[in-house]
Nanobody, 121 residues
Framework: QVQLVESGGGLVQPGGSLRLSCAAS????????MYWYRQAPGKQREWVAT???????TYADSVKGRFTISRDNGKNTVYLQMNILKPEDTALYYC???????????????WGRGTQVTVSS
């Protein structure tokens, strides 16, 4: 199957920046769209950003202009550059990929386990 590992989270002051990474590994035939989601304590998981296989990007209004999603297809990795961070950005950040696995060529979504981002002074 496909495994996802996020990294890059941590504690940052308001106004600061972080760059998250999510690397996919395993039996991968192809990766289609890649996504970032987040879940704050006591809240539902929410979508943050998407990047398609041809590089088109979309963002939630709450992060537009501050966050940038990108991908390196050679490394099967998606990134989230987060700038001008606010306390309300504090959450567990998850990546999701829409991928076709190389074992039985089935296509579905795969999720990582998350990386914690805390924005606090």
């Amino acid at each position: 199957q496909v495994q996802l590992v996020e990294s890059g989270g941590g504690l940052v002051q308001p106004g600061g920046s972080l760059r998250l990474s999510c690397a996919a590994s395993g039996s991968i035939f192809s990766i289609h769209a890649m996504y970032w989601y987040r879940q704050a304590p006591g809240k539902q998981r929410e979508w943050v950003a998407t990047i398609t296989s041809d590089g088109r990007t979309t963002y939630a209004d709450s992060v537009k202009g501050r966050f940038t999603i990108s991908r390196d297809n050679g490394k099967n990795t998606v990134y989230l550059q987060m700038n001008i961070l606010k306390p309300e950005d504090t959450a567990l950040y998850y990546c999701k990929v829409d991928a076709t696995n190389g074992i039985n060529l089935s296509r579905r979504d795969f999720w990582g386990r998350g990386t914690q981002v805390t924005v606090s002074s």
